[in-house]
């Protein structure tokens, strides 16, 4: 059940130690599993959020079609099919390019599935590490880049927007924070063994934290208290809105800004009118209480699966770290949930924790908790209703 789910839910989190003990079909299964969940989550973005008030892409020249009156209608299934296309020809591209680069046929099929989905699951214990290549490191790099870009974004570049494309505030952000996280593990970590290696290394780290993927090729566990705790922040934040990857997601985070200095601009001009925008776009104000909203949630089931996990006996690093990394299905954290710590030490009950969290991640919290709200209030509407009948009948009584 936990390998399924941290499948279904792109996230690398695996209770098989030792991978290359598995048969093909098995290994081949796992890919699968991430692959079409990554392709179902942005499915549920385009198809079923909009319908929970949980709003899509902030970018209105790479929108998706949120604003459609039917899940079936025939835009939604013209874009599920566009997006499917696009999907299935990144994974492609991305397998050809492991192939070009070395890997063997099998090894560069499953790869590209677990890195365009940014899910993770590696054939092989030492992730990416395992092939001591440069340049597979750097194709690494490009398909999870690719994987946590928003796939709007993707298809107005193959359709000769670029314009509009270079306009999104939520694409230079994301290239930012990669960029920026990158030169800073670079200089304080050294992670590599010459300036070339520390740049490669620290790209792989970066973009596989931002892009939420879960590959690896150094043990960042056991860096500097500091790098380590910008990695899981990374990790929280997560990938552009409408791609595959996780997370509290760059454009709410964006939006979370200009709201935060919209309400320090009025304390200090109380008779200046000012809107939230994310780039170019003002997002009204319904908008903006969903989103406040979400934080709360993102935060409170955070905060819940900090205690949980610590109930279930993990130290506090481990539980802090896991359980915004398996919310933000990315999965590899600090303590016991390092990248070469086998998560089997955590417990059944650890394991548990973990799988909720992984499942509330990658819905965007809102259909689980509505179901849980709904499951708790049933009998009490059962017997409100039960009683006002029962009132009502008596009323009617000579």
Known sequence: LMESTAGFTTTALSVIDD???????????????????????????????????????????????TESPHLNSGHVRRVLARYFALYVTLTLVGAMLFLVGGMGPFDAATYALTTISTGGFANHAGSFSFFDSALIEWMGVAGMFLGGLSLA???????????????????????????????????????????????????????????????????????????????????????????????????????????????LDTQLRPGVVKVVRVGREVIDEPRVSRILGYQVLYVGMAAAGFVALGLAGADEVTAVSGSLSALATFGPALGDLGVTQPLSAMGRDGLLVLLVLMFAGRVELYPLLDGVVATVTWPLRRLRGGVAARVSDAGKEP
């Open 19 to 65: 991978p290359e003990s598995l048969g093909r079909g098995i290994l081949f299964w796992r890919a699968t599993t991430q692959w079409l969940g990554g392709f179902s989550a942005l499915a549920a973005v385009i198809a079923v959020l909009p319908f929970l008030g949980v709003s899509g892409p902030a970018d209105p020249r790479a929108r998706l079609p």
């Open 153 to 263: 974004i993707v298809w107005s570049v193959l359709r000769g927007r670029s314009r509009n494309v270079l306009g999104s505030r939520e694409l230079w952000a994301y290239c930012a924070l990669i960029a920026a996280s990158t030169a800073v593990f670079a200089l304080v970590e050294s992670p590599g063994d010459s300036l070339l290696a520390n740049i490669r290394i620290s790209a792989f780290t970066a973009t596989s934290a931002v892009s939420s993927t879960g590959h690896w090729v150094t043990n960042w566990a056991e860096w500097a208290p500091g790098p380590q705790w910008i990695l899981v922040i990374l990790i929280g934040l997560g990938a552009m809105s409408g791609s595959m990857g996780g997370g509290f997601r760059i454009a709410r985070a964006m939006a979370l800004f200009s709201y935060l200095w919209r309400e």
